[in-house]
């Protein structure tokens, strides 16, 4: 079976590296609140239209 192009270009990929922990964001700026949005998130969550029904 052949395999399609992306899946070489997805195994060539670097891997991913994660950012700083919350806790460590928090300890670095001195903050007491913080809100996550690497990764592609936000504090709403998905939008309806994005959800299967």
Sequence with gaps: MVQPEWRRSV?????YIPGKSIEDVKNSFHLEKVIRL????NQFGPS???LMQ
């Design 11 to 15: 195994k060539e990929m670097d891997a």
């Design 38 to 41: 690497a990764s592609n998130e």
């Design 48 to 50: 309806k239209k994005s």
